[in-house]
């Protein structure tokens, strides 16, 4: 059964960084590309990051592109969201997602984990 | 940036009947297109991908249909565990984008 176990989020001041990770089982990680994609309180979905099953490659949302950056752990099976600089707009759930195959079909999506961005 | 349009906001209707939810994009996404259900509190769910395959374990109710810019999602007959937010998302293109969402809400 895939699994994946979003964690990391909580309360930051503006301005500030914080990690997520995502641990993933069930499935053999180092082969999927991975997202993160994000949903502001009472808001729709939102892409934020992707990384190809390597890492070799990352693309990012203009919205975050320059204070957020994706990373995997392949020997770990661990997906990572570094968030810099953040803002009041940054407050969402974020969920960890597998792509199906080809990169941008999302297959499996954790339960998220909110971060959420206030003084 | 692809923009995707979902229509209508809101989806009025009662178990038994059809749904049917349009998604269309600024551009053309070939058939690189998917459909993703949402109940509150939870993540969301696949169920097309790739404008008319449906994802492991999705009931048969459940089409997608579309190519180029105009897309539709169809639901048979509802059930009651259909009533929800229904998301279109492209992949044809950097960056993902994802529609608005249509709220399918009990008539």
């Known amino acids: 059964e895939v699994q994946l176990l979003e964690s990391g989020g909580g309360l930051v001041q503006p301005g500030g960084s914080l990690r997520l990770s995502c641990a993933a089982s069930g499935f053999t990680f180092s082969s999927y590309a991975m997202s993160w994609v994000r949903q502001a309180p009472g808001k729709g979905l939102e892409w934020v990051s992707a990384?190809?099953?390597?890492?070799?490659?990352?693309y990012d949302a203009d919205s975050v592109k320059g204070r957020f950056t994706i990373s995997r752990d392949n020997s770990k099976n661990t997906l990572y969201l570094q968030m810099n600089s953040l803002r009041a707009a940054d407050t969402a759930v974020y969920y960890c997602?597998?792509?199906?195959?080809?990169?941008?079909?999302?297959?499996?999506w954790g339960q998220g984990t909110l971060v959420t961005v206030s003084s | 940036e692809i923009v995707l349009t979902q229509s209508p906001a809101t989806l009025s209707l009662s178990p038994g009947e059809r749904a049917t939810l349009s998604c269309r994009a600024s551009q053309s996404v070939s058939s690189s297109l998917g459909w993703y259900q949402q109940k509150p509190g939870q993540a969301p769910r696949l169920l097309i991908y790739d404008a008319s395959n449906r994802a492991t374990g999705i009931p048969a109710r459940f089409s997608g249909s579309g190519s180029g810019t105009d897309f539709t999602l169809t639901i048979s007959s509802l059930e009651p565990e259909d009533f929800a937010v229904y998301y279109c998302?492209?992949?044809?293109?950097?960056?993902?984008?994802f529609g608005g969402g249509t709220k399918v809400e009990i008539k």
């Open positions: 990384i190809s099953a390597t890492g070799g490659s990352t």
């Open positions: 998302q492209q992949r044809s293109n950097w960056p993902l984008t």
């Open positions: 997602v597998k792509s199906k195959g080809a990169a941008g079909t999302f297959d499996y």
